[in-house]
Each structure stands twice: as C-alpha cells, then as structure tokens.
C-alpha cells in the first residue's frame, strides 16, 4: 500500500519567514495531493491541493510542488503570520483511498 | 461549499454506556464518509469507510461491534461506541467524500469515565 512520509515533525519561525514542509509517498498510482490545516481541537481544514498532471499550484501566501518523478511533495508558506500555526498534514490519494502525513506542528513566532 | 457538521461536540459518558455521533454533509450528498481517530499530538487513524447503503468496511484492528456505523442517508453518517471503556476515550473526526476530496467535520471528543 501506500506510505506517506512528512517532514519536519515541528517547526518553528519568524513572523515573516517562509516555512516548508515536505511530504514523500511510495505509490506511482497516487495522483491527487491535498494539505490539511488542523487547529487545536478542531477538524482538519482543507487549504490547497494539487493533482498529478500539475507541478505547481499557488493561492495567495500558499504554494504546494510536485515532483512525480521523485515522489514528493511541498507545502510553502510564505511571510507567515502567528494565525498560520497549526497542524499541517499532507495527504496521498489514489481514488477513494487517502493515505495521510504524520503531521507537522507549525509554530510562528510574533 | 462542502460542510460538514458534527454532533455532539463533546461528550462526557459512564463507562458501559452507548454513545452515538452524527456526521453529515450540509451542502452536498455524500456516498462515501470516513471515521478517523485522533490521539494527542498524532496523526489521522483510519477506524471505517462508511458507505451508503450497505455495510461499512473496516480497518483492521477495528471492533465492527464495538464501532457501529450506519449510512442511511447520503447525508448522514453516525458511529456509535457502544459498551464505552475508558480507552475509548479519543478525538473522533469523521469527513466526506466528494469528487477527489475529503471534507472534515469538527470533530468530537469523547471522555468516558
């Protein structure tokens, strides 16, 4: 089946920086990708997503690469702000089946 | 668009009591919806695929008789934890499927004493 790995499990900046977080799967078969924020006691929230025959997708402060080839994935935020801290997972999926990150714990420092 | 509610929010239970949580899609139909366990701190544990219609399919390691699911409508799910322990104790986030994605519910969490 598939694996989906999600790097870094916590990070931290500055208000202002950019954060990145990478995702890497297994399945050649996955062709749709969505990243999820998920605050502290609430559901996940779907922020951006992007589907196999894209290498690139922006929205706003918000942008997730592909690379197909290399079977991976990134999440880029940039100039963050401290509303931006959160949970963020990625997600592989191959139709029906979604396969999901470990998760990464953003911190934006004020 | 692409709603999903959750009921209860929280809920507080004896331990050897049933409780029961409604997931529904507010604005669109939903054949497909997913229960998902959430511990502190951790990822999305997939517990069952819950299909209109027909039987649930469940993840391995899940009790089908301790997690009863029921998709009666395209807009409503419900997962009942029946004989609550306090191991159940746990985040559960249930989603819809439509089109290529998933569309989480609030989630609720559950403490059984």
């Known amino acids: 089946g598939e694996n989906v790995e999600q790097h870094p499990s916590t990070l931290s900046v500055q208000e202002g920086d950019s954060a990145v977080i990478k995702c890497t799967y297994s399945?050649?078969?996955?062709?749709?990708f969505p990243w999820y924020k998920q605050e502290l006691g609430k559901g996940p929230q779907l922020i951006i997503d992007i589907r196999s025959n894209v290498g690139e997708k922006k929205d706003q402060r918000i942008a997730v690469t592909l690379n197909k080839t290399a079977k991976h994935f990134s999440l880029h935020i940039t100039e963050t702000q401290p509303e931006d801290s959160a949970v963020y997972f990625c997600a592989a999926s191959t139709g029906n089946q979604f396969y999901f990150g470990t998760g990464t714990s953003l911190t934006v420092i004020p | 668009g692409a709603v999903v509610s959750q009921h209860p929010s929280r809920v507080i239970c004896k331990s050897g009591t049933s409780v029961k949580i409604e997931c529904r899609s507010l604005?669109?139909?939903?054949?497909?919806m997913f229960w998902y366990r959430q511990f502190p701190k951790q990822s999305l544990m997939l517990m069952a695929t819950?299909?209109?219609?027909?039987?649930?399919?469940?993840e391995q390691g899940v009790e089908k008789d301790k997690f009863l699911i029921n998709h009666a409508s395209l807009t409503l799910s419900t997962l009942t934890v029946t004989s609550a322990h306090p191991e159940d104790s746990s985040f559960y986030i249930c989603?819809?499927?439509?089109?290529?994605?998933?569309?989480f519910g609030p989630g609720t969490r559950l403490l059984v004493l």
């Open positions: 604005d669109f139909q939903a054949t497909t």
């Open positions: 399945d050649s078969a996955s062709n749709y």
């Open positions: 819950s299909n209109e219609g027909s039987k649930a399919t469940y």
């Open positions: 989603s819809a499927h439509r089109g290529e994605t998933q569309y």
